[in-house]
T-cell receptor, first 112, second 111 residues
Framework: GAGVSQSPSNKVTEKGKDVELRCDPI?????LYWYRQRLGQGLEFLIY????????KSGLPSDRFSAERTGESVSTLTIQRTQQEDSAVYLC??????????FGSGTQLSVL | QKEVEQDPGPLSVPEGAIVSLNCTYS??????FMWYRQYSRKGPELLMY????GNKEDGRFTAQVDKSSKYISLFIRDSQPSDSATYLC???????????FGKGTLLTVNP
């Protein structure tokens, strides 16, 4: 595809449910990032994948958050037992090794 | 004190105006400075990328970094309605992935 693709674009869920957010990076990009953007806030780093190296999970806010990446392709961000404070736009980005980031349009998550 | 401070605006200017957007930061270890533009319901896109202090110009856009004052700026000349967006500053110590972002400034350029 031409750019980073994220799905779904919008997700409404009830408090306590689990959600999965998907990211398809640009083909050939070895690095993949997840950021969170809360209303009125800057982007917060969540997790970073680079090739076959161990991911940097230092930005994940709690153990309810986890992410996986299959090789250098699709990544899934999972939030278990969602809380209202998890409501945000979740942005995925990919890049060639440590170069310019290309962001997707994000998933707007609303937890009721 | 947050690591990066950015006035969220909103900022409204007439078409053709010169726009000045600014960020201050507290971490003297930041070496790389970026400006991203984010249209509504879209992801951020990189506008300008600078290393250390100095100026960088790209068309109507000029980025300035003053490390001694921990202050960065983005100037937009001859602003256009298509420049209406949220502008986010971002910075990092040395690795591109752990960017620290400002909150963003919402700019509207009125025709």
């Amino acid at each position: 595809g031409a750019g980073v693709s994220q799905s779904p674009s919008n997700k409404v869920t009830e408090k306590g449910k689990d959600v999965e957010l998907r990211c398809d990076p640009i083909s050939g990009h070895t690095a993949l990032y997840w950021y969170r953007q809360r209303l009125g806030q800057g982007l917060e780093f969540l997790i970073y994948f680079q090739g076959n190296s161990a991911p940097d999970k230092s930005g994940l806010p709690s153990d309810r958050f986890s992410a996986e990446r299959t090789g250098e392709s699709v990544s899934t961000l999972t939030i278990q037992r969602t809380q209202q404070e998890d409501s945000a736009v979740y942005l995925c980005a990919s890049s060639p090794y440590n170069e310019k980031l290309f962001f997707g349009s994000g998933t707007q998550l609303s937890v009721l | 004190q947050k690591e990066v401070e950015q006035d969220p605006g909103p900022l409204s200017v007439p078409e053709g105006a010169i726009v000045s957007l600014n960020c201050t930061y507290s971490n003297s270890a930041f070496q790389y400075f970026m400006w991203y533009r984010q249209y509504s319901r879209k992801g951020p896109e990189l506008l300008m990328y600078t290393y250390s202090s100095g100026n960088k110009e790209d068309g109507r856009f000029t980025a300035q970094v003053d490390k001694s004052s921990k202050y960065i700026s983005l100037f937009i000349r001859d602003s256009q309605p298509s420049d209406s967006a949220t502008y986010l500053c971002a910075m990092t110590q040395g690795s591109n992935y752990k960017l620290t972002f400002g909150k963003g400034t919402l700019l509207t350029v009125n025709p």
